[in-house]
């Protein structure tokens, strides 16, 4: 039931989520759990009297958006078609553009009280095919946005070398958790129960506690970037 009690909020979602070839092992439950997360998400929406705008970009070596701010209650279970496992893992690309696009859709500072911006990103894999974001140009505009009022960019990564190109991005490591291979419906799961808990209570999304220590043993530290 909606509660019109609350003051309305605008809530910008960007859901990024990857299906390069090496999520073939786990790609129908990760699209089940993403199918489970949205629609219980627009559920809680409604009771918190929130407006939430749904963006959701898959990912391999390419880039294709399914949702570009769409009401959250028009989305509909995503497909095989839509959702399959293929290609190399185009990490930087795809976080990059979510980020941009929110920032180019934002256009400025916002007031936390009545809007906030939500970017998750998600992979199992490394960087090894972006075109448009090597290492200095994507921890840019990560370290330009990450901090804004209102913002909150998490990543969840099944692939050490993966989580650690991201950690070298200069990402928050309070917004990363790590998750082993086969853990990657676990990962896609955990994040967006955070979030819909946040959503249905009305928190602060952006004060919400992602996770609150975030370390590696010194040996895995080091990588190198593209």
Not at 47 to 63: A, K, M
Not at 195 to 210: A, I
Request: aromatic letters at 8%; a negative charge.
């Amino acid at each position: 039931m909606e509660n019109t009690q609350l003051p309305p909020k605008i809530l910008h979602y960007y859901l990024v989520a990857d299906r390069s070839g090496s999520m073939k092992d786990q790609i129908d439950e990760v699209r089940d759990e993403i199918n489970r997360s949205l629609l219980e998400l627009s559920s809680s929406a409604k009771e918190s009297n929130t407006n939430i705008r749904l963006h959701l970009l898959v990912f391999n070596n390419q880039l294709e958006w399914l949702y570009t701010g769409q009401n959250i209650e028009q989305f509909r279970p995503l497909t095989p078609r839509q959702y399959s496992a293929g290609g190399n893992t185009a990490l930087f690309d795809a976080a990059g553009q979510a980020i941009e696009w929110a920032a180019n859709a934002i256009d400025g500072p916002i007031d936390p009280e009545k809007e906030e911006v939500v970017i998750m990103v998600f992979s199992d894999g490394m960087e090894n095919s972006s075109r448009k974001y090597d290492s200095q140009t994507f921890s840019r505009l990560v370290e330009r946005h990450q901090n804004e009022p209102g913002w909150t960019i998490t990543f969840s990564g099944c692939d050490l070398q993966g989580v650690l190109q991201i950690r070298s991005s200069n990402w928050r490591t309070d917004r990363m958790i790590r998750y082993e291979m086969h853990e990657k419906q676990r990962a896609m799961q955990d994040g967006n129960e955070i979030l819909n808990e946040n959503v249905r209570y009305r928190k602060k999304l952006y004060q919400m506690v992602y996770k609150k220590d975030f370390r590696l043993p010194e040996d895995e530290k080091k990588i190198d970037t593209p």
